[in-house]
């Protein structure tokens, strides 16, 4: 692809268009510095965006592109989706040629019909290209109900246009929260927590079990990885943060011997699931000690299979087409990409290139038993999470599971597949240069395009909620500042040639909020680096918590933040998936292993004095709090149990315990920065030795030393 060259006279230009676009010219750096983005990059985001910009535009072609923006509104009947507050008065512009009569009807989600009031509007009329066209008003009124409306502009020549009027709540208040002022609960990545049953990693079995575990222990909530579907075809990636889509489930993490058909199996299909289930737990040369998806997936689709087709109940059966029947359209999609990437693996041909495309409906039809066993693994895996929060319920946790909703998905995956037009072409999304990226990040996932999304009635974005609350109590929106802005970075890029592009977050954040509302769920964004201060004062506002990890809280002076000092509406919690084990972290595992790897950007000795500095500075704040005596600072138990003591003393509403902490275990989850050099979301669960920690060892671990630290600081 050419690429775009923009002449020193004409950077103004380009500028102004990019910012009427929603597409920021600057940024600051990790140094406090205010940069500006490369003019070629802001002309390769406008065309992402659909504008029709050359690579080498001239002053007249800009001129007309920034006329033509205005010219846009005006010539727009109805906008193509309004965003309105529960209770608040708004007021809707038409635009309509000039001397036309028109009338505009709502169309409310259960389908009553009324009409808006037109209301005075002054503007004049003005001519856009070859014709006068002017702006009528009518009012948007505090009574109309949250949710999903239809707008009907209806014009005296008998054309009539309709567009979306999204309806949300002002801010969400669960009742989950109003149990006490402050809850605790317990993060695990699921796919490490490994049973003596299980099919080599964490399943749903070992959720409902955890689930069950943790609440007697007096926790009300569970946060586990990302569950979002992974391609049904090897090798996997392992990353629960890169899924195929959002708006479907692992079919990996279902329990085969768990599903009501497994009874009717013969004997002999009996004995080839148990030689199966056997083979999934077999440890292979490159994946020793670690979590192998491979192999599980390998074994337990083949099992699955055979339960596929067992006959099942006429209830049964009747319950299946139901959820089929629920999910629509986009299963149907998500279950015909699954079979695609079966048969031809990444490389589809060009006639089953999308969803759209012409070869995909006679692929179908030839292939309807596979697609709806694909189906059937996205409805088994619905009910066995169903049952897991049911348990967790059951066993008195207030809130039970928070799902995590990862913030992309892989480009070459089947959400991208089926609505290709929601992306922006020719784009990845990641993060401007810092002082550990100083190229930036490139995370390889498409962004949507705002206009698309918009223009759908941010139909894809409401999947995607729903999903994330269908069988949790809480979500945790992993990088929520995405609803506000994402750096976008051509294709052929480094990161650090990007550019923020603005998203509506009236909407992003008034769909989650009304999703939320409606199945009674917690919210919690991820609002971890660098924030604007009113972007969490915002999302405070919607009744959204946010995020406060331990070491990175600080005060002003850069000391540890005082535990009174931490916000009363977020989620508290030492670590993080992308931090080490708080005993690695004591060990300085962190800086070894980058050290080992070669990813240290600084000499390895002051790398470690810093570590040592800003633990240091950790202990005697909890020195100074009466949580650790001066005379146990190397005692690893005392000083996590410090740690958690510490934020258990602030006024958070969430309060966090990492199950690798509750354990002993060293090793990180992720080393971010690192891809094929450390097994990132691979390592299982061990001990402070290095052994693994199965489900059944949990009863010999000292959990409830930790549960007694939370249950006495949130006054149970």
Same mark, same amino acid.
């Given at each position: 692809?050419?690429?775009?060259?923009?002449?020193?006279?004409? &950077?103004?230009?380009?500028? %102004?268009?990019?910012?009427?676009?929603?597409?920021?010219?600057?940024?600051?750096?990790?140094?406090?510095?205010?940069? %500006?983005?490369?003019?070629?990059?802001?002309?390769?985001?406008? !065309?992402?965006?659909?504008?029709?910009?050359?690579?080498?535009?001239?002053?007249?072609?800009?001129?007309?592109?920034?006329?033509?923006?205005?010219?846009?509104?005006?010539?727009?009947?109805?906008?193509?989706?309004?965003?309105? =507050?529960?209770?608040?008065?708004?007021?809707?512009?038409?635009?309509?040629?000039?001397?036309?009569?028109?009338?505009?009807?709502?169309?409310?989600?259960?389908?009553? =019909?009324?009409?808006?009031?037109?209301?005075?509007?002054?503007?004049?009329? !003005?001519?856009?290209?070859?014709?006068?066209?002017?702006?009528?008003?009518?009012?948007?009124?505090?009574?109309?109900?949250?949710?999903?409306?239809?707008?009907?502009?209806?014009?005296?020549?008998?054309? +009539?246009?309709?567009?979306?009027?999204?309806?949300?709540?002002?801010?969400?208040?669960?009742?989950?929260?109003?149990? =006490?002022?402050?809850?605790?609960?317990?993060?695990?990545?699921?796919?490490?927590?490994?049973?003596?049953?299980?099919?080599?990693?964490?399943?749903?079995?070992?959720?409902?079990?955890?689930?069950?575990?943790?609440?007697?222990?007096?926790?009300?909530?569970?946060?586990?990885?990302?569950?979002?579907?992974?391609?049904?075809?090897?090798?996997?990636?392992?990353?629960?943060?890169?899924?195929?889509?959002?708006?479907?489930?692992?079919?990996?993490?279902?329990?085969?011997?768990?599903?009501?058909?497994?009874?009717?199996?013969?004997?002999?299909?009996?004995?080839?699931?148990?030689?199966?289930?056997?083979?999934?737990?077999?440890?292979?040369?490159?994946?020793?000690?670690?979590?192998?998806?491979?192999?599980?997936?390998?074994?337990?689709?083949?099992?699955?299979?055979?339960?596929?087709?067992?006959?099942?109940?006429?209830?049964?059966?009747?319950?299946?087409?139901?959820?089929?029947?629920?999910?629509?359209?986009?299963?149907?999609?998500?279950?015909?990409?699954?079979?695609?990437?079966?048969?031809?693996?990444?490389?589809?041909?060009?006639?089953? /290139? +999308?969803?759209?495309?012409?070869?995909?409906?006679?692929?179908?039809?030839?292939?309807?038993?596979?697609?709806?066993?694909?189906?059937?693994?996205?409805?088994?895996?619905?009910?066995?999470?169903?049952?897991?929060?049911?348990?967790?319920?059951?066993?008195?946790?207030?809130?039970?599971?928070?799902?995590?909703?990862?913030?992309?998905?892989?480009?070459?995956?089947?959400?991208?597949?089926?609505?290709?037009?929601?992306?922006?072409?020719?784009?990845?999304?990641?993060?401007?240069?810092?002082?550990?990226?100083?190229?930036?990040?490139?995370?390889?996932?498409?962004?949507?395009?705002?206009?698309?999304?918009?223009?759908?009635?941010?139909?894809?974005?409401?999947?995607?909620? !729903?999903?994330?609350?269908?069988?949790?109590? /809480?979500?945790?929106?992993?990088?929520?500042?995405?609803?506000?802005?994402?750096?976008?970075?051509?294709?052929?890029?480094?990161?650090?040639?990007?550019?923020?592009?603005?998203?509506?977050?009236?909407?992003?954040?008034?769909?989650?909020?009304?999703?939320?509302?409606?199945?009674? *769920?917690?919210?919690?964004?991820?609002?971890?680096?660098?924030?604007?201060?009113?972007?969490?004062?915002?999302?405070?506002?919607?009744?959204?918590?946010?995020?406060?990890?331990?070491?990175?809280?600080? %005060?002003?002076?850069?000391?540890?933040?005082?535990?009174?000092?931490?916000?009363?509406?977020?989620?508290?919690?030492?670590?993080?998936?992308?931090?080490?084990?708080? &005993?690695?972290?004591?060990?300085?595992?962190?800086?070894?292993?980058?050290?080992?790897?070669?990813?240290?950007?600084?000499?390895?000795?002051?790398? =470690?004095?810093?570590?040592?500095?800003?633990?240091?500075?950790?202990?005697?704040?909890?020195?100074?709090?009466?949580?650790?005596?001066?005379?146990?600072?190397?005692?690893?138990?005392?000083?996590?149990?410090?740690?958690?003591?510490?934020?258990?003393? *602030?006024?958070?509403?969430?309060?966090?315990? +990492?199950?690798?902490?509750?354990?002993?275990?060293?090793?990180?989850?992720?080393?971010?920065?690192?891809? !094929?050099?450390?097994?990132?979301?691979?390592?299982?669960?061990?001990? +402070?030795?290095?052994?693994?920690?199965?489900?059944?060892?949990?009863?010999?671990?000292?959990? /409830?030393?930790?549960?007694?630290?939370?249950?006495?600081?949130?006054?149970?």
């Amino acid at each position: 692809m050419s690429q775009p060259v923009v002449k020193p006279e004409y &950077v103004n230009r380009v500028q %102004e268009l990019a910012q009427k676009n929603g597409v920021s010219t600057t940024y600051w750096d990790w140094h406090g510095n205010l940069c %500006e983005v490369a003019p070629e990059t802001l002309v390769l985001a406008l !065309r992402a965006l659909g504008n029709k910009i050359s690579l080498e535009p001239d002053a007249a072609e800009l001129d007309n592109l920034l006329r033509g923006h205005e010219e846009e509104i005006w010539l727009t009947t109805l906008p193509a989706c309004t965003i309105k =507050r529960e209770g608040n008065w708004q007021e809707l512009h038409v635009h309509v040629p000039s001397g036309e009569s028109l009338w505009v009807e709502i169309i409310l989600e259960d389908g009553h =019909r009324t009409h808006l009031n037109q209301i005075e509007n002054w503007d004049p009329d !003005r001519p856009v290209h070859d014709q006068w066209r002017g702006r009528a008003s009518f009012a948007l009124e505090q009574w109309i109900p949250t949710g999903y409306h239809t707008l009907v502009a209806h014009l005296g020549n008998g054309q +009539s246009y309709s567009s979306h009027l999204i309806v949300v709540p002002n801010r969400i208040d669960p009742p989950a929260l109003h149990q =006490r002022a402050q809850q605790w609960g317990v993060s695990s990545q699921l796919y490490s927590v490994r049973s003596q049953n299980a099919w080599g990693m964490g399943d749903a079995k070992v959720l409902a079990e955890l689930n069950e575990e943790f609440g007697k222990l007096g926790a009300d909530f569970h946060l586990v990885n990302p569950m979002h579907s992974a391609s049904p075809v090897t090798p996997i990636q392992p990353s629960p943060y890169l899924p195929v889509t959002r708006q479907f489930l692992n079919p990996l993490y279902i329990y085969p011997e768990s599903i009501a058909e497994y009874a009717g199996l013969t004997a002999a299909e009996k004995a080839k699931v148990e030689r199966l289930h056997k083979a999934s737990q077999v440890e292979v040369k490159d994946h020793e000690g670690l979590v192998n998806r491979d192999a599980a997936w390998t074994a337990k689709v083949d099992a699955l299979r055979l339960i596929f087709a067992v006959t099942r109940t006429a209830q049964r059966e009747a319950e299946f087409e139901a959820y089929i029947e629920k999910a629509g359209l986009g299963l149907s999609r998500y279950a015909t990409w699954c079979v695609l990437a079966e048969t031809y693996g990444k490389e589809f041909p060009a006639d089953l /290139a +999308s969803a759209h495309a012409r070869g995909v409906a006679e692929f179908a039809a030839s292939h309807t038993a596979e697609i709806r066993f694909h189906m059937w693994c996205q409805w088994i895996i619905s009910q066995q999470l169903d049952e897991a929060q049911r348990r967790a319920l059951d066993a008195g946790m207030g809130i039970g599971v928070m799902s995590d909703l990862a913030v992309g998905v892989d480009p070459e995956g089947s959400e991208v597949w089926s609505n290709p037009e929601m992306f922006a072409s020719g784009m990845t999304v990641g993060a401007p240069p810092d002082m550990y990226s100083q190229l930036g990040q490139n995370w390889s996932q498409p962004p949507w395009n705002p206009r698309a999304l918009a223009a759908s009635g941010y139909a894809p974005l409401r999947s995607m909620i !729903r999903a994330a609350v269908a069988h949790a109590g /809480a979500v945790r929106i992993d990088h929520i500042l995405g609803l506000f802005r994402l750096w976008w970075i051509p294709e052929g890029k480094t990161a650090n040639f990007g550019c923020y592009i603005a998203y509506e977050h009236e909407a992003m954040v008034g769909v989650l909020l009304l999703e939320a509302q409606r199945a009674g *769920t917690v919210v919690i964004g991820e609002d971890l680096g660098t924030v604007e201060p009113w972007v969490r004062g915002y999302l405070n506002d919607r009744g959204i918590l946010g995020t406060s990890i331990l070491w990175f809280e600080r %005060e002003d002076d850069n000391s540890p933040m005082h535990a009174d000092h931490y916000r009363v509406n977020c989620m508290s919690a030492v670590n993080t998936h992308d931090l080490p084990p708080t &005993v690695g972290y004591l060990r300085g595992v962190q800086t070894t292993l980058r050290d080992e790897l070669g990813l240290l950007v600084e000499p390895v000795e002051d790398v =470690r004095a810093a570590d040592k500095a800003e633990l240091d500075a950790m202990l005697d704040r909890l020195h100074e709090y009466g949580m650790m005596p001066n005379d146990k600072r190397d005692d690893e138990q005392a000083v996590i149990d410090g740690l958690y003591r510490y934020i258990a003393r *602030t006024d958070s509403k969430l309060l966090c315990v +990492s199950l690798v902490d509750m354990v002993g275990d060293a090793r990180p989850q992720n080393l971010p920065g690192t891809y !094929r050099e450390y097994p990132n979301w691979e390592v299982p669960l061990t001990d +402070s030795n290095g052994d693994e920690v199965l489900v059944e060892d949990l009863g010999k671990m000292d959990l /409830a030393r930790f549960a007694q630290i939370m249950n006495e600081g949130v006054g149970k």
